[in-house]
């Protein structure tokens, strides 16, 4: 890891070799052997030493020092301040390259610190004292300038606006501003959330989401009116061994799938239950079509399947799911929820029961689902038992969006907008979308996150 981020602040600083090694006063075979890591290095090496001395005096000397504070993620341009961050983020294994920043907004970034510190009743300076940092530290930052993601002064900030925010009675506040039901900001888990929140640069209540699933109900159904592979091609590569009781890995949940989906179809089954949190990667464009093919195959046969949706995520990539999902809901044989206990962070869990026949599920450690196994159960003891467990997550869930081939209206007081074919509803607890072209459609939404993206994207119309 060390070779790799001398590497990129050499590329990024366009230095070589030999100047940065005259900088740090080191032979050039020094910085050689840094690069090349073909030796190791502690950072109290005296080395190592010189060459964070090196990088900050060539810095220096070439009116380049803001460019490595953004780079390494350091606030400070003051040398010393400077060169014991650039110690710490090369030998910080977990601290992120500024690749992984350089996708953050700086405007949006500036402007979410800026409405959050207004919100708790703070400034620049107040802020810098608490800190112990200087507050034109505060100020750069709502200028656009982001430190890096695991920057520990972020967090430490976050911690601190979240008092702030509590002691003013404002938590509700903080719940619309950053998109996030008020259950969920306890003093304890706020911090991490408004971190999340400040270095994702999506348009705030997933604007663009809710206009891309506008756009698609405007459009239905020409926007299905795709080519998707026949059951029969997709069920003639279904060549899997049915005595295999194990998928390593997303390649191989993707053959327990098409194994899962095509004997529901070949068999007869009457539902189908579903419930994953591992992210929607897996279903890439091309596995999608197959996947779209089986699942088209089980509305056709008239198999009802209950899917209790991951919605502890932005609004943004709610909208995107139910968005994937939009063409089968209008078939009226899909019951959409959600559960209302909030999600672990530490287990990713996957449960898709044909409760006559078989399950895939899967239990792993969050982020390791790539290499997951799969487990594809026949067994009818191991089938009651799963059913009791979704039946219980059942029972703790509510439909996450109502769909009827007719015109609704919000329930109390509502404002009506119109976008295009479309009529959108905002009620005090619901948010209505009305389909007015043939074939008309009307789907409520009564969840906090999808009723604030709506509220947002109607805001922004007007």
């Not at 430490?156 to 008020?182: F, H, Q, W, Y």
Request: aromatic share 8%; charged share 25%; proline share 3%.
């Amino acid at each position: 890891m060390l070779d790799e981020k001398i590497k990129y602040l050499m590329n990024e600083l366009n230095v070589d070799g030999k100047t940065l090694a005259s900088y740090a006063g080191v032979a050039p075979a020094g910085i050689s052997r840094m690069r090349n890591g073909s030796r190791s290095y502690d950072r109290s090496s005296i080395t190592v030493k010189k060459l964070v001395n090196g990088l900050w005096l060539y810095a220096a000397d070439k009116g380049l020092v803001e460019k490595l504070c953004l780079l390494v993620g350091s606030l400070s341009e003051n040398g010393e301040d400077l060169k014991k961050e650039l110690t710490e983020w090369l030998f910080d294994d977990k601290k992120v390259m500024a690749g992984n920043t350089s996708s953050v907004d700086p405007e949006v970034f500036g402007r979410k610190l800026t409405d959050l510190m207004k919100l708790a009743g703070v400034t620049n300076s107040r802020l810098g004292r608490d800190l112990n940092i200087d507050s034109s530290y505060i100020s750069r930052m709502k200028n656009g300038r982001v430190p890096q993601r695991n920057y520990s002064l972020m967090m430490r900030m976050c911690e601190n606006i979240t008092v702030r925010i509590s002691e003013n009675g404002r938590k509700k506040e903080l719940s619309r501003l950053i998109d996030l039901p008020a259950e969920y900001l306890s003093d304890n888990d706020a911090p991490e959330h408004i971190f999340k929140w400040l270095y994702d640069s999506s348009t705030v209540g997933g604007v663009n989401a809710v206009k891309s699933l506008i756009e698609s109900i405007e459009s239905f159904p020409e926007q299905i009116r795709t080519e998707l592979p026949s059951f029969a091609e997709v069920a003639a590569e279904d060549i899997l061994d049915e005595r295999v009781q194990n998928y390593e890995g997303l390649e191989g949940l993707k053959r327990a799938v098409v194994r899962f989906l095509g004997n529901a179809v070949r068999q007869g089954s009457r539902e189908l239950l579903l419930y994953s949190e591992i992210t929607m990667d897996w279903l890439n464009s091309e596995f999608r079509h197959k996947w779209a093919a089986l699942m088209n195959e089980c509305m056709k046969r008239g198999v009802t399947i209950r899917i209790i949706h991951n919605v502890d995520r932005s609004s943004a990539e709610m909208m995107t799911a139910i968005n994937n999902w939009l063409p089968f809901y209008m078939s009226g044989r899909i019951e959409p929820y959600y559960c209302l206990k909030k999600r672990g962070e530490r287990f990713s869990h996957t449960l898709f029961l044909d409760p006559d026949r078989a399950c895939i599920e899967s239990s792993c450690v969050s982020g390791c689902e790539g290499s997951a196994d799969y487990d594809y159960h026949t067994s009818e003891k191991k089938l009651r038992k799963m059913r009791e467990y979704f039946d219980m997550l059942l029972s703790m869930s509510r439909p996450l969006v109502k769909i009827c081939n007719d015109y609704s209206v919000a329930d109390g007081n509502y404002s009506v907008s119109t976008y295009g074919e479309v009529q959108i509803c905002i009620g005090d607890s619901s948010v209505v979308v009305n389909k007015l072209s043939v074939p008309q459609a009307s789907f409520t939404f009564t969840h906090p996150f999808m009723c604030r993206a709506f509220r947002s994207f109607v805001e922004m119309l007007n």
